[in-house]
């Protein structure tokens, strides 16, 4: 199966893969931004807790020192340099001493007021950079410790490069995990798309088939979505058929009445004889092989919009040689065939009626030796294969400007050779009712080579 940009499976390929990438995206910026969203305000409330159990674990003596051993049962307040501090710094006069927890090994700069204000509570909250250089969330509040009002600084700070790490890996397993499921998600309705759209494969295989002749209709299981489809084509085929049978039997008809009329006219003018007899004689004749040449139109016409028929095309030229070998008398027939087998995808008796006249009047012509040669010729987009028939002789040949006029219905450029000049044109109407080409041209043999190009079926 094609899957171009034009192709409906890569269209829908396409588009769900570019909606998956869309949705994951917005998948993970909604889940990265509630995980980080939930992280801080965690973090936030273990520092704001922290805190709050700071300042009622700290006291002042009758002599004014702070004074208390704070627990705040998390271990990082013991580690060195673990980016997990506390203190408790005097702000009034007449207090005096100051606690720190074990992990702060110095002080960590507090801004001024002027720069962070406290808010209506004296609690204030920043970020800072911590003794190892490491960013640190801030919780900080003052606190009157008794009736003499004196006031302390209570500070608890959070390690934020801990949490920002713990958020980044989060959101790299979570960006790891959906990328997984995504691709997963996109094979897998790549692989039903390409499974669904299968049936419409064997249907244009199928219809290829009825094309190349190989098959009358469209036969095999379709789903049901498909089969109204199939159905109606082996309706269309059908009906079609009909149609062609009976403009065949009407042409058969025609061809029949008109035969006894014509046998009777050309007796007649034999009969009579002289100057009247004769002409009537000539005109019935030309009368039959008119009829005789729109008749073969018509049947070729109508089934060129019908199936195709598969004519092999080697046995056909090596039967009609072996004919002319026979009847030639001095001339020379040879035969060039390509390897492989072509097909000529229309009926036997037309592709005979090709040939024949075209080697007719080769042979007319020749003076010693006539060649005729297949060629496959390489396919014009997605039509058929197509191939040329080629017939030259060592004869006189046509001038160029003469080769278009020998086409002409009754054309004859010798009048001295026997004949009507209905042949070449017959030739030229047959191969343009098949879709190909008639080229008269200059032979390497010194006469004229006549390519005939057709369709073909694989």
Known sequence: MSLGPRSLAF????????????????????????????????????????????????????????TGGPDLGDLRFSEPVSGWYWSVEPVSKGLVGQLRS??????????????????????????????????????????????????????????????????????????????????????????????????LGRVRNALAMVREGTAQRLTGRFPAEIQPLANETNALIENNRR??????????????????????????GRAMGGPKGQLISDHAAAMQKQIDHYLQRARVAAQRESVVYRTPVAPLLQRMVRVMDKLSRGTTISLALPAGEVMFAGEREDLEEIVGNLLENAMKWARGEVRVSVETLPPIGEEPPRFAILIEDDGPGIPEDKAREALKRGSRLDETKPGTGLGLAIVADLVKEYGGRLLLERSSLGGLKAVVELGGVQ
């Open 11 to 66: 269209r829908v390929i396409a588009f769900s893969t570019v909606w998956a990438i869309l949705a994951f995206a917005l998948i993970f910026t909604v889940i990265g931004s509630l995980y980080r969203q939930t992280s801080e305000r965690g973090f936030d409330s273990l520092l704001s807790a922290h805190l709050f159990n700071l300042i009622g674990s700290v006291g002042v003596s009758d002599s004014g020192t702070l």
């Open 102 to 199: 074990s992990s702060m090994t110095e002080a960590v700069p507090s801004p001024g007021a002027e720069e962070v204000p406290f808010d209506t509570e004296f609690q204030r909250h920043y970020q800072a950079e911590g003794i190892a250089g490491e960013e640190l969330e801030v919780f900080e509040s003052e606190f009157v410790l008794d009736s003499q009002n004196r006031i302390a600084r209570f500070r608890v700070m959070g390690n934020r490069t801990e949490l920002e790490d713990e958020i980044r890996g989060f959101e790299w397993r979570l960006f790891s995990y959906l990328s997984l499921f995504g691709f997963g998600m996109i094979a897998i309705n790549a692989i039903a798309i390409l499974l669904g759209l299968q049936p």
């Open 243 to 268: 149609i062609v049978e009976r403009s065949r039997t009407q042409v058969g008809n025609l061809a029949h009445s008109l035969k006894t009329p014509l046998a009777v006219m050309l007796n007649e």
